[in-house]
């Protein structure tokens, strides 16, 4: 029996978690590509890191599918798709130069640079990435000021539209965000949702996709929630990868994912993300993005 696309994902999911355990146990300089043990057989890998958009099990899912489909399209070479815990794994893996590409949100995007990362593409859809504010429709919450002195769920520290933007935008309409809130950090966009809806948090912090991927998978729950609070939007998640990598190869895995939009078949694999399309991009392009930051880091601990 053939495996299917979801098995093979999982598989792939699971020999990049057992490449990350070899490498720690070694202890080892950061992951350089492997080969075949026969001239006939020798493929390149390399690792493509995807920040912690799901958790694992989703993110392998979505995002394995693409990376079957560049392998297939790809000679010579074989990209491991490999998914992280949490933030903190992803950011460390990308700063000490372990994934050869990765999506990381617009933040690490401009942190990998000074780690040997350059920008080559992003994710569409910049209208789409912007943070939303949870609440329990029958928790009272009406107004930003209700939430003084209130608990507020976030991802992560690192989330820049699930966790920056969101307390960027309290702090601009009446919150002192660095003491008028008690922040939780609860580790994963699904983890932040359930917060509020527990009752662990007054409102809780995301951005579209988890919200929206989370109402398909549990409508019951999402039920009980309503989005109070968008902010403003910014650039998408960056493509980057590594200062070692061939340039011919990022040319061939940038040009199979600009055309995916072009075809039935990649305009299936984006519908799960969900996106439009993957476009070029530079480090130009996330300047918008240092400019927020900068401000971001003035105002908000």
């Known amino acids: 029996m053939q495996p299917t696309r979801a098995t093979r994902s999982a598989l792939l999911l699971f020999a990049a978690h057992a490449l990350v355990l070899l490498a720690a146990c070694s202890q080892e300089s950061p992951y350089t590509?492997?080969?075949?043990?026969?001239?006939?057989?020798?493929?390149?890998?390399?690792?493509?890191?995807?920040?912690?958009?799901?958790?694992?099990?989703?993110?392998?899912?979505?995002?394995?599918?693409?990376?079957?489909?560049?392998?297939?399209?790809?000679?010579?070479?074989?990209?491991?798709?490999?998914?992280?815990?949490?933030?903190?794994?992803?950011?460390?893996?990308?700063?000490?130069?372990?994934?050869?590409?990765?999506?990381?949100?617009?933040?690490?995007?401009?942190?990998?640079?000074?780690?040997?990362?350059?920008?080559?593409?992003?994710?569409?859809d910049d209208s789409r990435f912007r943070g939303i504010l949870l609440v329990r429709r029958d928790g009272g919450i009406s107004t930003v000021a209700d939430l003084k002195g209130k608990v507020v769920s976030f991802p992560a520290p690192t989330a820049l539209a699930a966790t920056m933007m969101p307390l960027y935008y309290l702090h601009t309409h009446g919150l002192d965000a660095n003491h008028d809130v008690d922040r939780l950090f609860a580790g994963s966009q699904e983890s932040s949702i359930m917060s509020v809806y527990l009752g662990k948090s007054a409102a809780a912090a995301t951005w579209p996709p988890p919200w929206e991927a989370f109402q398909r998978n549990q409508p019951a729950v999402a039920e009980e929630l309503a989005v109070r609070w968008e902010t403003e939007p910014l650039v998408n998640n960056g493509l980057v990868v590594r200062d070692d990598v061939p340039p011919e190869l990022v040319e061939r895995v940038g040009a199979l994912l600009f055309a995916l939009h072009t075809h039935p078949e990649g305009a299936r694999l984006l519908a799960e993300v969900p996106l439009s399309r993957f476009e070029p991009a530079s480090e130009g392009t996330y300047a918008p993005v240092r400019e927020f930051l900068e401000i971001y880091g003035k105002d908000i601990q």
Not at 81 to 87: G, I, K, P, T, V
């Open 33 to 124: 590509p492997e080969y075949g043990d026969t001239a006939a057989s020798i493929r390149r890998v390399y690792r493509f890191g995807v920040h912690p958009l799901h958790n694992p099990q989703r993110l392998a899912e979505v995002y394995g599918p693409i990376v079957d489909y560049l392998n297939r399209n790809l000679e010579g070479v074989s990209l491991l798709l490999e998914a992280s815990r949490s933030y903190e794994d992803f950011d460390r893996k990308l700063y000490s130069r372990q994934f050869h590409f990765a999506l990381p949100n617009p933040y690490q995007t401009l942190n990998s640079l000074v780690s040997g990362y350059r920008v080559f593409g992003k994710m569409g």
